[in-house]
C-alpha cells in the first residue's frame, strides 16, 4: 500500500531528497498525479522511480537523456544442465562479441527499417547538419550496449532450470543527443548548442504536446523509442546465437518513456523515468543487482494498480551514488580513492552469489541496491510475478571504461 506525502503517492520507504523532487515536479504544470515506485531515488528534475501523470503536456527532462531505456528479456529452449559448464566460455563470448562503454560503435553495420522512418523529418526541420550527423551516429551505434548499470545477462530460472536471457538498455548517443537537443530549444537555444547541464532539483522542462515544440520532441521521442526497440533486439539476437539456443517467451519495454494512455476515460501523457508499465495482463522485466534476483512480473487488475496509473518498479533501486560506492576518480592514474566499496569486496560478494562477471565496477555492486524482494513487496497489490531469476552470468562495461579486476 502506498502512502501520500504533499499529494504524491509514494510505495516503499520514502527517500526524502526524492519526495522533495517529486513534490517539484507536482507544482509545475498540469500535473494530475505525481508517483514514486518503491525503487525511487533521486535524479535529474524528475526522480528514478517516478512517474507524473501529464494534462496535455510531456518533460523532456522528465524522460531523460537515456530516451526509451528498458529491457528484453528471453526464456531460450536451453536448461542450466546444458551450459553449466560452459558459462565461463559464453560470458566471455559474449564480452567479446558485444561493445559495451561509452561511445562505442558497433563494429557490424546494422540494417533497419527505422533509417526509413517518417519521424526522421523532425531533424530535417531543425537542420541538414543535425539530421546527418545523428543518423549517422545513430547507425554507427546500433546495437552496441553502452556503460553504466547497462548489462547483458543469463539467468537460471529457479522453478524450472530454464535458462533465460536479459539486456538493459536504450537509445545510446542518439537519444542523449535528441534529449539535450530538445532541452536546449526549450531554452530558446540552438539544437547542437552546449548543453548546459541541469541542476538536480530544477523543475521539469514542459511542452505543450500540441505545440510545434511538443510535437518534434513527441515524435523524436517515438523514434528513439523504435531505435532503442531495434538495438535490444539485435543484442538478444546475438546473444541466442553464441548460446545456440531459441526463443520460445520473450518480454520488451522502456521504462523511460512518455505514453499517450487512456485513464478515467481522458487521454493523458504519463512520463516514467525508471519506471515500468503494469497495465493489468502486461509483463515487464524487472532486474536486481547482480547479487539478486530478477523477475517477470504481469500487472493486476486491482484499485492500487489504477493508483499508480498502472506503473511499478523497473529495478532494486539504488541506496549509495556511484561516487559513494566508488570513489571519485583520479584521471591522471586512472584510479578511484575515497569509495565504500572495495573490488575485493565486490569480488567476494559475486563469488558467493555464483556469478560470472564480466567488466563492471564497485558502483554497479550488490552493495549499492536495495534488495528486490523488499521493493517487489510493497507493490504486491499492483504486480504478481509470474517468473523468478537467479544470475548466472552479468557482461557490462569495464568501470570507467578499464577492468578494475586487473589492477
Not at 274 to 297: E, H, R
Not at 333 to 341: A, D, L
Amino acid at each position: 500500500m502506498y502512502q501520500t506525502i504533499q499529494n504524491v503517492r509514494v510505495w516503499g520507504t520514502p527517500m526524502e531528497n526524492a519526495v522533495s523532487q517529486a513534490v517539484t515536479c507536482a507544482q509545475h504544470g498540469n500535473v494530475v498525479q505525481a508517483l514514486l515506485m518503491a525503487d525511487h531515488h533521486k535524479g535529474y528534475s524528475q526522480p528514478v522511480g517516478g512517474v507524473v501523470v501529464y494534462d496535455g503536456q510531456i518533460s523532456p527532462s522528465g524522460v531523460g537523456y537515456d530516451i526509451a531505456c528498458g529491457n528484453k528479456a528471453v526464456r531460450t529452449d536451453l536448461t542450466y544442465a546444458d551450459i553449466r559448464d560452459k558459462i565461463s566460455g559464453i560470458m566471455d563470448e559474449i564480452a567479446k562479441k558485444i561493445s559495451f562503454g561509452i561511445g562505442r560503435n558497433n563494429q557490424e553495420r546494422v540494417e533497419h527499417e527505422l533509417f526509413d522512418d517518417e519521424n526522421w523529418y523532425v531533424y530535417q526541420q531543425i537542420g541538414r547538419h543535425e539530421h546527418d550527423s545523428l543518423k549517422a551516429l545513430a547507425r554507427k551505434q546500433l546495437g552496441t550496449v553502452g556503460s553504466g548499470n547497462h548489462f547483458v545477462d543469463l539467468f537460471v530460472e529457479e522453478a524450472t532450470g530454464a535458462i533465460w536471457v536479459a539486456n538493459h538498455f536504450g537509445s545510446r548517443g542518439f537519444g542523449h543527443k535528441t534529449a539535450s537537443g530538445f532541452l536546449n530549444l526549450a531554452q530558446g537555444k540552438p539544437f547542437s548548442a552546449k548543453a548546459a547541464g541541469e541542476s538536480m532539483d530544477q523543475p521539469p522542462t514542459l511542452l505543450d504536446l500540441d505545440s510545434e515544440l511538443g510535437e518534434m520532441y513527441y515524435r523524436a521521442m517515438t523514434l528513439a523509442g523504435i531505435y532503442a526497440y531495434a538495438g535490444r533486439d539485435y543484442v538478444m539476437d546475438q546473444v541466442l546465437a553464441i548460446l545456440g539456443a531459441t526463443s520460445t517467451f520473450e518480454v520488451h519495454n522502456h521504462h523511460n518513456y512518455a505514453w499517450k494512455e487512456m485513464h478515467d476515460g481522458k487521454e493523458y501523457v504519463v512520463v516514467r523515468k525508471g519506471a515500468t508499465p503494469s497495465a493489468p495482463g502486461q509483463l515487464g522485466f524487472i532486474g536486481g543487482s547482480m547479487g539478486d534476483i530478477s523477475v517477470i512480473v504481469r500487472g493486476k487488475d486491482s484499485r492500487e494498480n489504477k493508483d499508480a496509473f498502472y506503473s511499478t518498479v523497473h529495478g532494486a533501486g539504488r541506496i549509495m551514488s556511484r561516487t559513494e560506492a566508488a570513489g571519485k576518480m583520479n584521471w591522471k592514474t586512472r584510479k578511484r580513492q575515497g569509495g565504500k566499496i572495495t573490488p575485493a569486496q565486490m569480488r567476494e560478494a559475486i563469488a558467493a552469489f555464483g556469478v560470472e562477471l564480466r567488466g563492471a565496477g564497485t558502483d554497479e555492486s550488490p552493495f549499492v541496491y536495495k534488495k528486490l524482494h523488499d521493493v517487489l513487496t510493497a507493490h504486491q497489490d499492483t504486480i504478481e510475478v509470474l517468473h523468478t531469476l537467479k544470475p548466472i552470468g552479468v557482461c557490462m562495461a569495464g568501470a570507467d571504461e578499464y577492468d578494475p579486476y586487473k589492477d
